[in-house]
């Protein structure tokens, strides 16, 4: 067996945001990220998958290919024996409890499959994204999450509203902010990260009074910011470290 024109013309399109929401599937491409999707509540819609590749999934689903075809299909560089199309699950209803990471315009895909597996490492059950923030299906935030898309819901809503409407205590990573070594810092609170260039927006800024900023400790002090993925970890760390 092999691709059919049309699995293949669907596979494609599913690069972009537009078509993965009309056929309801993503990509998952290696056999670490799959074998932790097929292993999840997530379900597969179909697998395509090289002769090598050992699974206990209904053979109905499977087509198998050649490395060639395999290529033709993969975003990696060095693709790794399977790709496969899941179905998008639904959105689970808000908890609104414990620690939430919430992200601001954040646009590059590896930073949030980044940070979709620190709020896994750290034990962050809710990460809510602006609605302009990168889509957690593209395939590059899959396969930067490592697996970690299966066990953290992500959000998409209008961070206005949402923050409007809530009482927890709110944080903005921020320049400007305290020192974060030096503040007092809650179990159960909001962690706002903000866009890779321009950090939080100013709409979000207004509706927080907390804000937190990561101290520079080298000697020539001329770094700029840190990557935001990197500052999500360092604020993750205090906090949990701080209960």
């Not at 699974?55 to 689903?61: A, D, V």
Request: glycine content about 4%.
């Amino acid at each position: 067996m092999s691709i059919s024109k049309n699995q293949l013309k669907v596979i494609t399109s599913l690069s972009q945001k537009k078509y993965r929401q009309k056929h309801q599937l993503f990509v998952a491409e290696g056999v670490k990220v799959v074998a932790e999707l097929i292993n999840s509540p997530f379900k597969v819609d179909t697998l395509f998958a090289l002769d090598n590749f050992e699974t206990t999934i209904s053979k109905e689903k499977i087509v198998r290919i050649s490395e060639k075809e395999l290529q033709k299909i993969s975003n990696l560089k060095s693709p790794n024996k399977v790709l496969a199309l899941f179905k998008i699950p639904e959105e689970k209803p808000l908890q609104n409890t414990g620690l939430i990471i919430v992200l601001d315009a954040i646009n590059d895909p590896g930073n949030l499959g980044t940070i979709i597996r620190l709020c896994d490492w750290f034990g962050v059950t809710e990460l809510i994204c602006s609605k302009d923030t990168v889509d957690c299906y593209n395939p590059k935030v899959v396969q930067a999450s490592m697996g970690s898309l299966t066990r953290i819901p992500v959000k998409y809503l209008d961070l206005e509203v949402y923050l409007k409407s809530t009482k927890i205590t709110t944080f903005i990573a921020d320049m400007d902010g305290q020192n974060v070594y030096q503040s007092d810092l809650t179990k159960e609170a909001i962690l706002i990260m903000g866009n890779e260039a321009n950090g939080v927006s100013e709409e979000i800024k207004s509706l927080v009074t907390h804000k937190l900023s990561i101290p520079r400790f080298g000697e020539i002090q001329k770094t700029e910011s840190l990557n935001v993925a990197t500052a999500t970890a360092i604020l993750l760390s205090e906090f949990k470290r701080s209960f």
